[in-house]
């Protein structure tokens, strides 16, 4: 899995999971980090560090 899919797939994840509950929405997106994590050999805090760097590199 490349680094844009990785990218790809937590942004569509957010997406789906934006005007529900909070913690219900937190939970969905930290396991499906967790389980993009464990396919690339990272973690769950790897891949949300990642994506939230990548989301903000526009920001400057």
């Given at each position: 899995m490349t680094a844009a899919e990785i990218y790809e797939s937590m942004d569509a994840c957010i997406e789906r999971h934006k005007g529900?509950?909070?913690?219900?929405?937190?939970?969905?997106?930290?396991?499906?980090?967790?389980?993009?994590?464990?396919?690339?050999?990272?973690?769950?805090?790897?891949?949300?560090s990642f994506y939230f760097k990548m989301s903000h590199l526009g920001d400057h």
């Open positions: 529900i509950d909070f913690d219900v929405a937190l939970r969905a997106v930290r396991a499906h980090a967790a389980e993009l994590g464990r396919s690339v050999g990272r973690t769950e805090d790897d891949i949300l």
